[in-house]
């Protein structure tokens, strides 16, 4: 049985078939981005030269084309129609020209204090029509409580749409402004993404492939079955540094609060654990100007690579953030961190003599010794990395917390170990471990973590349960799924009900029950009183299928 | 994307488990609502806006304002060193210049803690503004603070604390003491002999709503600021004038408490009372958060909002500009002597009776200060439980002459040999040197 993991890179699109035994096939081609699914192709017919396409039972997908469909623009037209009720201006989140604001309000219970307004609702939409928009984004504020409103929209909508994206349908996280923006570019690019779906399944079919399981990498650090992620296409976004941190998941053994560094050309990625687990976005990821509410894994990216060039401005020398040019080694003119590293006798890769001489002409030209240029250029890169990962630590350890127990019990994190990925891993890892004193490890195949990443990691979900015993009811938004329940439904209920959600969700994608992995990550319940009487709970919970891998590999 | 013109910090602290008691108006659920609606904006997402994690209070912080008997922890509790953590994390963010405003949404809350606490008054124990500006004078250097108390009842605690601080102007406007708890917070109530027309207090009328309040910031509070020049402004932000408010009997709305916001333009805000927790609390926070950060909140209204219904009557405008007439005099021409308090010898001495209502308990209490032309004077308090032990509190003030300085610590060791007392407490800000002895 093998699984397979591509990871369509800006560069590269690195692609491993994993057995049993371990790598049974590994491939690296070059990213064509006019026609991504080429380089797909292609590397999927090396894997199969190699790999017996019978054992195949599933290929894990990280792909950019959502990323680059949105930070490009190529996306099509959306209808967005909003109703927001008192707070601030909806119109301050105008996403689009054809943005629609419908009077009409439900409150933070869910109740509803003013009647969506059908007339407007009715113009909106035809100006929506007349505009030639085909998709549609429907958001009321406070829809996760109570989405009637949103349906009462998609309802009106019915037949002008190709595809509609209610609100509550991405998530029961709360966040109008951002569902706005989520909703959005869901349906922006919804065709594009499904084109390449049907594209995926046909090129499989093409290759004796049919019968594997196709799964898309999201960015919080799992996969979503292909037929689901057709509905929430914007779940894929961002997905590349969550395959380079599912890697190091897969190839090491993380059991401390850790530090992961994932060095590539241009940027270092940074990434922390607490324990053995990949610390997620509070809110949701930014793409373009807009902050949405795509779960993300949190990842802090610098502009510090293996191409960042070397400067020197007022006699410091300086490396990055600005890219010109490959190194030296590489046929670049401009030394950079490489090349460095070159000088050092850290790294052997590209034309070492050429790298060497470039090296030292650019040094006689600023007088100054190579030796002494390559430890300040190292030094500066390191120290860069090292201020931004302390700078991370802190501000993840002053993330607000809403209880005492919270505040009081909750541990500081404090890493104590550093896994280093990437191209200039091996070369830098001597640096960073003298600048930080702490333990650095740089895996085996580290160049292929991210393709080893993709190919292991598991399917995830999450879910947000709400239950108001006083109405008398239970729902679960992004489930779509509502029940009355009795004004005796508790917390231990609802945290039951919300992990027997989770796993029939998962049964529902076809995705073997999970129960090990399932945990509940927030859970609550408030007494609503009125005057001097309980009249009922406020039940809050949230579970998920905690991202990692499928097993781990070394 | 929304960009604050003010940066500004805001401090979330709901304890979430933590209550009085679970039918108590001050329980868990009472910021539940207000985070939901702050989420639910993305008000985290406007540029220049940022949520922050509370300190943890010391017990020196709070020992450096109160007298506690018999001692800080007895009387805190985790909740109220959080509370009180939020705040002084607040005044930080001011303070450094890394927030315009901060807005402590913390609880419980602290305005009916007085200068001496054996408990808890009104929901509150300690007195959270008071301990943040004596926290940023210790640290920051002797300041010039103005607290503006906009809670529906009157702020007796911080009014008790600052009573001889000349440097510290507190106004409170409240609903009429003769009509609500604390029962207190009239006119008359200047100061004391030291701080005479420092203390300002404004009772309105049941029924006030938007004009009467902003009246009143126009003619009263605007001009005295003006003239008092703080360095600092606080705002104690009680949100219970709110006319859902089940515990009170004003008309505010949410609209007019951003607009008072927006006038006062305080540097720090802290969330005192308010108990309509789902019609009121979500909105009035989220105004009171946009007109701090310089943001649009015109479209910021409570469901079922009906300005014309809540209007007051002219009877109660016209109450009003009466107090508008006469409450500035106060301060502009400060009474020759102060209300309460008789002078003996070098000592101007009160006796007093303060029930802890949420205890159910009478402390006596004689406060007297040491009358002296060359600092603020020497503070002493004796003060019984009921029929507990005695506790005895001494206090140098900031800026404290040798004299008034000696004198204190000939006092506390007068008072140690005597040995009348079971609990004694220095608290000395000249030299910061905080000491309690007793069992």
């Known amino acids: ?554 | 994307m929304l960009k604050a013109e003010n940066s500004l910090g805001i401090i979330f602290f709901p304890a979430y488990d933590w209550a009085i008691s679970p039918t108590h108006p001050e329980r868990e659920e009472r910021l539940l609502y207000t985070q939901d609606q702050l989420r639910e904006e993305g008000l985290f997402d406007i540029e220049g806006i940022r949520e922050y994690k509370p300190e943890v209070a010391e017990t020196e912080d709070i020992e450096r304002v109160h007298f506690c008997f018999p001692e800080a922890e007895a009387i805190a509790t985790r909740s109220h060193y959080i509370s009180t953590g939020g705040a002084i994390k607040a005044a930080e963010l001011v303070m450094q210049g890394e927030r315009d405003r901060a807005f402590a949404l913390v609880r419980p809350p602290g305005h009916h803690a007085m200068k001496t606490v054996l408990g808890s008054r009104g929901f509150c124990a300690v007195n959270v503004e008071a301990i943040m500006c004596e926290h940023i004078r210790e640290k920051y250097g002797q300041k010039r603070i103005a607290i503006i108390d906009t809670d529906c009842h009157h702020g007796d605690g911080t009014q008790d604390v600052y009573w001889h601080d000349p440097d510290t102007l507190f106004i409170s406007m409240h609903q009429d003491g003769r009509t609500i708890f604390p029962g207190t917070g009239f006119p008359k109530d200047a100061g004391g002999p030291k701080a005479l027309g420092k203390n300002i207090n404004i009772p309105l009328p049941p029924g006030t709503s938007d004009a009467g309040f902003m009246m009143v910031m126009e003619r009263i509070v605007m001009p005295i600021l003006e003239d008092f020049k703080p360095d600092l402004i606080i705002n104690s932000a009680g949100q219970d004038n709110h006319f859902t408010d089940p515990i009170t009997n004003m008309n505010f709305s949410a609209q007019g408490y951003a607009a008072l916001t927006k006038m006062l333009k305080p540097h720090i805000a802290v969330l005192e009372g308010g108990y309509a927790i789902q019609g009121a609390l979500p909105y009035v926070n989220l105004g009171i958060s946009l007109a701090l950060a310089g943001v649009d909140y015109s479209h910021v209204c409570e469901p079922g909002w009906n300005p014309e219904t809540l209007k007051e009557s002219d009877e109660i405008m016209s109450y009003i500009e009466t107090l508008c007439g006469s409450i500035p005099d106060i301060y502009f021409n400060p009474p020759e002597k102060s209300n309460e308090g008789i002078i003996n010898g070098d000592w101007s001495v009160r006796h007093r009776n303060i029930f802890y209502d949420t205890e159910g308990f009478t402390e006596s209490q004689t406060e007297s200060l040491l009358l002296c032309n060359d600092c603020r004077g020497l503070l002493k308090v004796q003060t019984q439980k009921e029929n507990g032990p005695m506790g005895f509190g001494i206090e140098i003030p900031i800026g404290a002459c040798d004299k008034c300085r000696n004198t204190g610590y000939s006092i506390l060791e007068e008072a140690q040999v005597k040995s009348k007392f079971r609990y004694m407490q220095m608290i000395n800000r000249r030299e910061k040197e905080y000491m309690r002895y007793g069992f």
């Open chain 1, 1 to 554: 049985m093998l699984l397979l993991g591509i990871d369509v890179g800006g560069t590269h699109t690195d692609a491993v078939a994993l057995g049993p035994k371990g790598i049974e096939a590994q491939v690296k081609v070059a990213t064509n981005h006019e026609d991504l699914l080429s380089s797909i192709k292609s590397a999927l017919s090396e894997i199969v030269k190699t790999a017996d396409p019978s054992r195949i039972k599933q290929l894990n997908l990280s792909t950019t084309l959502s990323t680059n469909a949105i930070v490009e623009g190529r996306f099509e037209d959306v209808g967005v129609i909003v109703s927001a009720g008192p707070g601030l201006d909806p119109h301050s989140f105008m996403i689009c020209k054809d943005f629609h604001v419908i009077p009409g309000s439900l409150d933070h219970r869910g109740s509803e204090t003013k009647q969506l307004n059908n007339l407007s609702l009715e113009e909106a939409i035809s100006s929506c029509r007349k505009s030639g928009v085909q998709v549609y984004a429907a958001i009321t504020k406070f829809s996760p409580r109570n989405p009637a409103h949103e349906k009462e929209m998609e309802l009106a909508i019915g037949d002008n749409a190709d595809f509609i994206t209610l609100g509550h349908q991405i998530t029961g996280r709360l966040n109008f402004p951002r569902r706005i923006a989520t909703a959005y570019y869901n349906c922006a690019v919804w065709r594009v993404f499904n084109k390449f779906a049907d594209a995926i399944s046909g090129t499989l079919e093409e290759m004796g492939l049919g019968h594997i399981k196709v799964n898309i990498l999201k960015a919080d650090g799992g996969t979503m079955p292909l037929p689901l992620s057709r509905r929430v296409p914007v779940q894929s976004i961002f997905s590349g540094p969550a395959a380079s941190v599912m890697g190091i998941i897969a190839l090491c053994k993380i059991t401390h609060d850790s530090i992961i560094y994932d060095i590539g050309g241009t940027t270092t990625d940074i990434a922390i654990f607490v324990g053995g687990t990949p610390l997620i976005e509070q809110e949701g990821i930014n793409i373009g100007s807009h902050p949405t509410l795509v779960r993300a894994l949190k990842v802090h990216s610098i502009g510090v690579g293996g191409d960042s060039a070397i400067s020197i401005l007022e006699g410091t020398v300086r490396v990055g953030p600005a890219r010109l040019g490959p190194s030296i080694a590489f046929g670049g003119e401009i030394p950079t961190l490489t090349d460095a590293l070159i000088w050092k006798d850290s790294c052997d890769c590209g034309n070492i003599g050429k790298s060497k001489a470039g090296f030292a002409a650019f040094a006689s030209k600023i007088d100054l010794n190579p030796d002494e240029l390559a430890d300040k250029a190292i030094e500066n890169a390191i120290d860069k990395i090292h201020d931004s990962t302390r700078e991370l630590v802190e501000e993840i350890n002053q993330q607000p917390v809403y209880t005492i127990h919270e505040l009081l019990e909750n541990r500081r994190i404090v890493p104590r170990k550093i896994y280093i990925m990437g191209g200039p891993a091996k070369a830098i890892k001597m640096d960073i471990f003298r600048k930080f004193r702490l333990s650095t490890e740089v895996p085996e195949n580290y160049d292929v973590a991210n393709a080893i990443g993709a190919a292991l990691t598991r399917t995830t979900t999450e879910i947000e349960l709400f239950a108001d015993t006083e109405r008398g009811v239970m729902f679960i938004p992004s489930l779509g799924y509502r029940e009355n329940v009795p004004r005796t439904y508790d917390l231990e209920a609802a945290e039951k009900d919300a992990m027997n959600h989770l796993l029939a969700h998962l049964g529902e994608m076809r995705v073997a029950a999970d129960g090990d992995n399932a945990l509940i990550t927030a859970s609550s319940s408030f007494n609503m009183v009125n005057g001097d009487t309980t009249v009922g709970r406020n039940i809050r919970v949230k579970c998920q299928i905690k991202p990692g891998v499928v097993r781990t590999y070394s």
